[in-house]
């Protein structure tokens, strides 16, 4: 019902910036869809927040990125973006984008994007 589709990933040194996006396409016309949140996972680890902005425009960040990752999106609320700045080899990770339908709850998940960060 909800497609999501990420980009933006790569190979990229210590110190350095990349910028994600996502965007979020429904099925159906008869309801909205938003573009919410960023995730990350790690081999061997859970996934965690990245960064997310609530439908009213709250955001919210994991600590390890304060200061250093912005989560922004444009009006309609369907594409999401992360900027990520000073970039550390433990932001190594897998990317993933959430979104959902306006008013509900359940997340839909993009493919996600690698992102690698060499020291």
């Known amino acids: 019902q909800v497609q999501v589709v990420e980009s933006g990933g790569g190979l990229v040194q210590a110190g350095g910036s990349l910028r994600l996006s996502c965007s979020a396409f429904?099925?159906?016309?008869?309801?909205?869809?938003?573009?919410r949140g960023w995730y990350r996972q790690a081999p061997g680890k859970q996934r965690e927040l990245v960064g997310l902005?609530?439908?009213?425009?709250?955001?919210e960040y994991g600590d390890s990125v304060k200061g250093r990752f912005t989560v922004s999106r444009n009006d309609a609320k369907t594409t999401l973006f992360l900027q990520m700045n000073n970039l550390e080899p433990e932001d190594t990770a897998v990317y993933y984008c959430?979104?959902?339908?306006?008013?509900?709850?359940?997340?839909?998940w993009g493919q996600g994007t690698q992102v690698t960060v060499s020291s």
């Open positions: 429904t099925s159906d016309d008869s309801f909205s869809a938003y573009a």
């Open positions: 902005i609530q439908y009213g425009g709250t955001t």
């Open positions: 959430s979104a959902r339908r306006v008013s509900y709850a359940k997340e839909y």
